[in-house]
Nanobody, 126 residues
């Protein structure tokens, strides 16, 4: 059984930065693409970024491109999301997820991820 545990959320002022981390266990971490999503109150879950199993491929939603950066460390079974230039509209619960099938291309589609963390709250407010 896969377990994913996010950390690093908190409250920051507009323009601030955070680094979210996700630790995985229960599956050979280095074989699977990983993604980050978020969900704000009253809104649908939104894709943010994904990274390939080797770390070479990355993709981002247009809304966060240039502000968010995804990375992974397969030796530590972790995937990080660095958030910069945060805006109030970035306020949401942030989730990491592991793609269902090993290897392949990192996906922006949430239905292709079968394991999810419990989420970490990010609040951007002055």
């Amino acid at each position: 059984q896969v377990q994913l545990l996010e950390s690093g959320g908190g409250t920051v002022q507009p323009g601030g930065s955070l680094i979210l981390s996700c630790a995985g266990s229960g599956r050979t971490f280095g074989r699977y693409n990983m993604g980050w999503f978020r969900q704000a109150p009253g809104k649908e879950r939104e894709f943010l970024a994904a990274i390939g199993w080797s770390g070479e491929r990355r993709r981002y939603a247009d809304s966060v491109k240039g502000r968010f950066d995804i990375s992974r460390d397969n030796d530590k079974n972790t995937v990080n999301l660095r958030l910069t230039n945060l805006k109030p509209e970035d306020t949401a619960i942030y989730y990491c997820a592991m793609q269902e099938e090993p290897y392949g291309v990192p996906s922006a589609r949430s239905h292709q991820y079968d394991s999810w963390g419990q989420g970490t709250q990010v609040t951007v407010s002055s």
